[in-house]
């Protein structure tokens, strides 16, 4: 299994551009998750979903967009990018919340 | 929504000796409690979790603590090594459909 994979690595964007961020999972998890994390702020949850065709809001989803079309699958879509979208954002799988979440390598974004 | 408070934000420890790392949860909703260690670079993993039906957990030199009534729950790492240096996040949840939330972490140093 590869487990949760996420690409690209690491972006480069201008102020107003915008990017999708892919996530997959191998693990059949129903539940997916897009944090974003920046010093001293820990991990902060973007957007989640429980289910293929379900999304929610997390706790700072502004300027964010998700969809879940199939259970493999979790892109996370800037729609204008500004500098305060500056982060290293993961993407997580487990099969609930009261259970482990299994988190990919990271994407480092800078938006310049 | 849940609200975890995590201290210290940093702590430094002496090859050998004990560290002990503290978080506060709100929510008396929340069932679920991993701790994450994150090494520099590197993805969060999982160290050890612990479910609000039980006071206390152990893995070899790693446990946590917990205390439903004062809302309180804490990782103790006896016996530092210095592969234990690493930033450690704690997490509460489990409880309802919104996620899991984060603390802020702590960058615990393992002095030589």
């Known amino acids: 299994n590869a487990g949760v994979t996420q690409t690209p690595k690491f972006q480069v964007l201008k102020t107003g551009q915008s990017m999708t961020l892919q996530c997959a999972q191998d693990?059949?998890?129903?539940?997916m998750s897009w944090y974003r994390q920046d010093p001293g702020m820990g991990l902060r949850l973007i957007h989640y979903s429980v289910g293929a065709g379900i999304t929610d809001q997390g706790e700072v989803p502004n300027g964010y967009n998700v969809s879940r079309s199939t259970t493999e699958d979790f892109p996370l879509r800037l729609l204008s990018a500004a500098p305060s979208q500056t982060s290293v954002y993961f993407c997580?799988?487990?099969?609930?919340?009261?259970?482990?979440?299994?988190f990919g390598p990271g994407t480092r974004l800078t938006v310049l | 929504g849940e609200n975890v408070e995590q201290h210290p934000s940093t702590l430094s420890v002496q090859e050998g000796d004990s560290a002990v790392i503290k978080c506060t949860y709100s929510d008396s909703a929340s069932n679920y409690f991993p701790w994450y260690k994150q090494e520099l670079g590197k993805r969060p993993q999982l160290i050890i979790d612990i479910r609000s039906n039980v006071g206390e957990k152990k893995d070899q030199r790693i446990a946590v603590t917990l205390n439903k009534t004062a809302k309180h729950f804490s990782l103790h790492i006896t016996e530092t090594q210095p592969e234990d240096s690493a930033v450690y996040f704690c997490?509460?949840?489990?409880?309802?459909?919104?996620?899991?939330?984060f603390g802020k972490g702590t960058h615990l140093i393992i002095q030589p």
């Open positions: 997490a509460g949840g489990g409880g309802g459909a919104d996620g899991l939330t």
């Open positions: 693990m059949n998890h129903e539940y």
């Open positions: 997580a799988s487990s099969t609930s919340w009261g259970n482990e979440q299994f």
